[in-house]
């Protein structure tokens, strides 16, 4: 008789615990089902503003040219409205690509006539060929009374930037002076989300 008709026989014929030899089987415990994890969150590039400005001016390789941002937008119509408006005295640079779990986010920085700065997050499908969302998320530079700087820094999923305005008059000394500060993070379906955190305005008397 093979061993294994004699576990059959020995569980048959009585008690495991009456029947010598006898192999007891384990309790078949119901695993409970394991509810599918959320995709862990995808974390927005940070940058240090002052270095990426002075970067690009050497990075030719980075720089898009009109002819490929119009091809973009011919494919993406909805690329922020400045792709469409690009010209040769305008200067367009890409910086990074992050890749999601079901999208992709690729930052750019925009440059006009060496006074302004302006750093665009745009999030494409997985495949890069259908825009999702896109945020403009820090504006830096200085044109005549008008100057602004940013600062980024990430706090756990989502990333603070801090942005000073400064409007001053004639004289140079009145003026307007803006603190904000944003948190921009990305949902799993790649849509931005925006909050704002602080909003100050002051204003600067003029010297006598």
Not at 114 to 143: E, H, L, M, P, R
Not at 190 to 197: E, P
Request: proline letters at 8%; aromatic letters at 8%.
């Amino acid at each position: 008789m093979s061993v294994a008709l004699g576990l059959t026989v020995a569980a048959c014929s009585g008690p495991a615990d009456e029947q010598p030899g006898a192999v007891k089987e384990a309790a078949q415990v119901p695993v409970a089902a394991i509810p599918p994890s959320d995709p862990p969150p995808c974390l927005l590039p940070e940058y240090d503003l002052k270095m990426v400005e002075a970067g690009p001016k050497t990075a030719e390789k980075a720089k898009l040219s009109p002819a490929l941002v119009a091809r973009m937008v011919r494919q993406n119509p909805r690329l922020p409205p400045l792709f469409k408006h690009y010209n040769p005295y305008w200067e367009l640079y890409a910086l990074d690509t992050v890749r999601c779990q079901e999208f992709r986010i690729v930052s750019y920085l925009y440059r006009h006539e060496d006074c302004c700065s302006d750093v665009y997050y745009v999030t494409f499908s997985a495949d890069g060929k259908k825009v999702i969302d896109w945020a403009t998320i820090a504006n830096t530079g200085a044109d005549g009374t008008w100057g602004a700087t940013a600062t980024m820094r990430t706090q756990e999923v989502r990333l603070r930037v801090t942005e000073l305005r400064q409007e001053s008059e004639a004289d140079a000394d009145a003026g307007v002076r803006d603190s904000v500060v944003t948190d921009y993070s990305v949902t799993p379906q790649g849509k931005f989300l925006r909050t704002r955190v602080d909003s100050v305005r002051s204003k600067q008397a003029a010297r006598k």
